[in-house]
């Protein structure tokens, strides 16, 4: 029999343990159809609430549950990486605890996988009871970061992914610490799959996220995934350096044809325009090898194989 491993990040998730489970095996019946085992990986971020018993108390009742539990809250993304280590399935599934990614969608995302896809990944195709700031803030990092970055990031795309075994490895072989979920997938590739749905809003339980945790997240991906902040210097150096030249010949005739009349200005606005673009494009170059360092710090494979011919 294969095995689905399913992994559910917690963060004070009492309300939400016992639900899911029911949930999840509600829709269970393609399980038996398809001839699959599951394990469901709870994995507690340092909840200060119950969560931690009552996944004990499941696990009592159901072998199948199963328990990683942090020392202390060291982020959703810390979780999803311990899920995916502690995972032992075939396929491996992430999904929320609140039930805002439908465990319904699982017997069609597996249809995809049998039909040969690596990967099924899912998006909300509105954003229906979200604050409207926090959707105009989503959006703008959705354009930003796909300007700027070479891997793609989807717009409203989910962490709940159902995934084979490969892909799995791929991501668990991206052991960078900065970790930006939405990214990796997108980095590791493979053929991937989107499934639509729209917005379930959260039942129990509130949302874990503050505009600022969202904000500084955000900054997390720009970050992971490029390194062109880094050209903005070089390219105002190379600016500025022009702005300077242009600056000086005018500066050069004006004397010439008029004289000087303030003595010393011209020559002084001269130096510090040119020095001020020689340093910008200094620390430019700079940049350049930080950003070189910083991709090299990373460690991330050069290429996965996704099929091999002797
Ligand atoms: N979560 C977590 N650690 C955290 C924050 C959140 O494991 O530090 C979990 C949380 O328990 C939930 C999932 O990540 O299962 C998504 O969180 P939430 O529903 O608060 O985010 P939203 O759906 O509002 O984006
Ligand atoms: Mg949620």
């Known amino acids: 029999m294969e095995l689905l491993s399913v992994i559910v990040p917690c963060y004070n998730e009492e309300e939400n343990v016992f639900p899911f489970y029911e949930e999840l095996m509600k829709n269970g019946e393609f399980l038996d159809k398809r001839g699959l085992d599951i394990e469901i990986i709870y994995v507690n971020d340092g909840s200060k609430d119950a969560t931690v018993s009552r996944v004990k108390e499941l696990h009592e009742k159901d072998e199948r549950v199963k328990l990683v539990s942090f020392s202390r809250n060291f982020g959703k993304e810390s979780a999803i990486y311990a899920g995916f280590r502690k995972a032992k399935g075939d396929y491996v599934v992430m999904m929320d605890a609140d039930l805002q990614d439908p465990p319904s969608l699982l017997p069609e995302m597996f249809g995809y996988i049998d039909e040969g896809y690596d990967s099924v990944a899912t998006r909300r195709v509105n954003r229906k009871g979200e604050p409207p700031i926090r959707s105009f803030f989503a959006r703008m990092f959705y354009r930003l970061i796909n300007r700027m970055s070479k891997t793609e990031i989807v717009d409203g795309a989910r962490d709940y992914r159902l995934m084979t075994r490969q892909v799995t490895d791929s991501i668990l072989a ?80 004006r004397t010439c044809v008029f004289g000087d009349p303030t003595s010393g200005w011209p020559s002084l606005v001269c130096i510090i325009s040119l020095i001020s673009g020689v340093q910008l494009l200094c620390l430019g170059i700079m940049g350049q090898y930080l950003s070189r360092t910083y991709l090299e710090v990373k460690k991330r494979p050069l290429y996965f194989v996704k099929e091999e011919i002797d």
Do not use: Q
């Open 174 to 253: 991206m052991c960078e610490y900065n970790r930006f979920s939405k990214g990796i997938y997108g980095w590791v590739g493979y053929e991937t799959k989107w499934v639509e749905f729209e917005n379930v809003e959260r039942t129990r339980g509130e949302t874990k996220w503050s505009f600022w945790g969202l904000f500084k997240y955000s900054l997390e991906g720009i970050v992971a995934f490029t390194t062109a902040p880094l050209s903005i210097a070089s390219f105002m150096g190379v600016l500025f350096c022009f702005f300077a030249f242009v600056l000086i010949v005018f500066i050069i005739i």
